[in-house]
């Protein structure tokens, strides 16, 4: 039968020509590309690259584990026998100090009688090296031709002869904060052949912005051993005694004694570097009264110029809170001048640091000034721009090296205003005469209970060297502020001697013509001081009154 189906409507089928390829599908095309030897050679590589990096990045982190495995298990057990004790105000108590390592891991510190945690070793193997070349060098095996080209630069300075006397010399530094430890440094480096360093203190996190050689490895050792480590890689023949001690003046034959437990060369220089009064005052005037040759550091806190920083008497110091309670305090101890100090003319002004305000617990303690981590050290946060003790330090060395060297050098100069102060002894002695021959008709070999030092104590320490009531510094003189209330009669209690009756605070300090009015109106007036004076004045003479009552107790 013939098939009568329209042709359009039967499926047309795909007609190909013989020598077309056919079209290549996924399948294929990886069979292909695996049977590719550059193929199969990338893919072995990038394979086997994968497989070293696990194995190196495991072995690595098991390691790590092993590590920590073996620190953990080297810590022994807290128990009853593994205890610190530390002094805590007055009381003793236990205490544990324990540094947080990871989230399983502690360490027990003991701590000091200071409060702060012994000295862990940290040395490394540089170290070792190079506190092995120091003892060798100090015991002389070390080539003198490397110590002169090291110090070739100082000794071509200053000239054989003086080098001579410098390399020969032996300093002790007293307190090795931020100013001590670049002054040891600058020391060293010059060539002193031996040191002494005397500090209680020990590195702390906060030392860091200021200190000359102290690193993190070092926070929690004593700044003694930190400083004279570090240095003994620069300078390995130098010399060092460390002593790990608060001054104290009971200490002095052995912290300010000859070199070698006492039986060597006495110190050429002592360097004061410490910051709290009572010690430095102690230590100056040990030295003073000892006739040993010191230079003392004053403030370098919320100071920031250095063009303005000074090496002069302490008579002649200004603008430094330091200098002026050390001052003040010396002259109450009968010491005037003759110390030579570093010290910062800079003044306050506004914007600039200033000392951070304590709480009201630590005022209402009274002695807010001082700076303390002991007892009778009032702890006070002191704002340092870490350079500016370094400049400090360096002026005191620079200091110390032209002494000894006998290098010439100039200095601030003192104040010598003795005869204004026996001008000003005479003018007294003058008025209370005159105050006594109201009550008394002989008045000769009248006596007056102060000294010429006493006179420069008011005027300079206590009065400012300016006139209370005007502010005027020239012709000045001293007066009873006060009337006395049962006359001048003077004190005749021992046979052929008669002296006035008054105390030191009782004075005050004015010009001579304001005191001849004053001595006229109030003394031998009877006027009231309120009719005479503004408030402001009467103020400012209640106040400098109440300074000088807290001194008196040193007199």
């Known amino acids: 039968m013939k098939d009568t189906t329209d042709s359009s409507r039967r499926p047309k089928q795909a007609h190909h020509d013989r020598d077309s390829p056919r079209p290549e599908t996924m399948s294929s095309w990886l069979e292909r590309q695996a049977s590719n030897h550059q193929v199969q050679l990338a893919a072995t590589a990038v394979l086997s690259g994968i497989a070293v990096a696990g194995i190196i990045y495991g072995s690595q982190a098991a390691r790590r584990r092993v590590a920590i495995d073996e620190l953990k298990a080297s810590i022994p057990e807290l128990s009853e026998t593994h205890h610190a004790q530390t002094v805590c105000g007055r009381h003793r108590k236990t205490v544990c100090a324990r540094a947080k390592l990871d989230d399983s891991l502690t360490v027990s510190v003991k701590l000091t009688n200071f409060g702060f945690a012994e000295p862990v070793s940290l040395t490394n193997k540089d170290d070792e090296r190079a506190a092995a070349l120091a003892r060798r060098a100090q015991q002389g095996d070390y080539d003198e031709e490397l110590i002169s080209e090291q110090l070739t630069r100082t000794a071509s300075f200053l000239t054989p002869p003086r080098f001579a006397k410098l390399r ?102 002592v360097v004061d570097a410490i910051d709290n009064i009572d010690s430095k005052v102690a230590l100056l005037k040990y030295c003073h009264e000892r006739h040993i040759k010191v230079v003392s550091s004053m403030g370098a806190g919320c100071k920031s110029d250095p063009t303005r920083v000074f090496v002069g008497d302490i008579s002649a110091s200004l603008e430094d809170p330091l200098s002026r309670v050390t001052r003040r305090r010396l002259r109450a101890e009968g010491i005037a001048d003759g110390i030579p100090v570093v010290y910062s003319t800079e003044k306050p002004g506004p914007g600039k640091a200033q000392l951070l305000p304590l709480s009201d617990e630590e005022f209402i303690k009274g002695q ?53 102060y026996d001008n000003i002894l005479s003018t007294l002695q003058g008025l209370e005469e005159r105050l006594a021959k109201d009550t008394v008709a002989d008045v000769r070999g009248l006596k007056i209970p102060i000294a010429k030092d ?83 004045v009467i103020d400012l003479v209640e106040t400098r009154q109440k300074e000088e009552a807290q001194y008196d107790r040193y007199r």
């Open 168 to 269: 020969d010399s032996f300093v002790i530094i007293v307190g090795l904060g931020g100013v001590g430890s670049h002054c040891a440094s600058a020391l060293a480096r010059s060539g002193v052949s031996r040191i002494r360093l005397v500090d209680f203190d020990q590195v702390t996190l906060s030392s860091l912005n200021r200190h000359a050689v102290a690193s993190l490895a070092d926070v929690g050792t004593p700044k003694v051993h930190c400083v004279r480590k570090r240095l003994e890689a620069v300078v390995p023949w130098v010399k060092w005694e460390c002593f790990n001690e608060v001054w104290q003046k009971e200490q002095g034959e052995k912290l300010l004694g000859p070199w070698d437990r006492g039986r060597g060369k006495k110190p050429d220089y």
């Open 368 to 420: 807010v000034n001082e700076l303390s981590v002991l007892p009778d050290f009032r702890a006070r946060i002191l704002p340092v721009l870490g350079t500016m003790p370094a400049v400090f330090g360096y002026a005191v060395a620079n200091f110390v090296v032209m002494e000894i060297s006998e290098y010439p050098h100039e200095t601030v100069a003192g104040k010598s205003r003795d005869k204004m």
């Open 454 to 536: 006493d006179i420069g104590y008011l005027v300079e320490e206590v009065y400012r060297g300016k006139s209370v009531v005007s502010g005027v510094p020239t012709r000045l003189t001293l007066i009873r502020w006060k009337a006395a209330e049962k006359g001048y009669r003077p004190d005749e209690d021992w046979e052929g001697q008669k002296s006035s009756v008054f105390r030191l605070n009782e004075l005050v300090c004015m010009t001579k013509e304001e005191a001849t009015v004053h001595e006229r109106e109030v003394l031998k007036g009877g006027r009231a001081l309120e009719g005479m004076y503004s408030k402001h």
